[in-house]
């Protein structure tokens, strides 16, 4: 079972690296991810990840968090920088089937493929 670990609260402007244990999954034969869930709304594709390193972003998110993997490919993490109050949520690690980067972003709304239990990432103002 993916594990998420690093969330907390932060004030706006503020830092944080998610991790997830992606160890028990072969890699290879999917595209890993970070979707993120705020209260009252669906779950949102944040970033995703595939088998060659490329990378694909929300709008949202672009130019303050980066998706990267450990070098044993054991880890997941997501580095966030820049917080605002619109990035509280709950954030989750995903494998989602191997597609695109950008077509993992948008069916993690869907919840599709397999998810952590998520962590809370609260950003005060």
């Known amino acids: 079972q993916l594990a998420e670990s690093g969330g907390g609260s932060v004030q706006s402007g503020g830092s944080l690296r998610l991790s997830c244990d992606i160890s028990?999954?072969?890699?290879?034969?999917?595209?890993l991810g970070w979707a993120r869930q705020a209260s009252g709304k669906k779950p949102e594709g944040v970033a995703t990840?595939?088998?060659?390193?490329?990378?694909t972003y929300a709008d949202s998110v672009k130019g303050r968090f980066t998706i990267t993997q450990g070098n044993d490919r054991s880890t997941l993490y997501l580095e966030m920088s820049s917080l605002s109050p619109e990035d509280t949520a709950t954030y989750y690690c995903?494998?989602?089937?191997?597609?695109?980067?950008?077509?993992?972003?948008?069916?993690?709304?869907?919840?599709?493929?397999?998810w952590g239990q998520g962590t809370q990432v609260t950003v005060s103002s």
């Open positions: 995903a494998i989602v089937p191997d597609l695109t980067t950008t077509q993992a972003l948008g069916v993690m709304t869907y919840r599709v493929g397999y």
């Open positions: 028990p999954y072969s890699y290879t034969d999917y595209c």
């Open positions: 990840i595939d088998r060659h390193g490329s990378t």
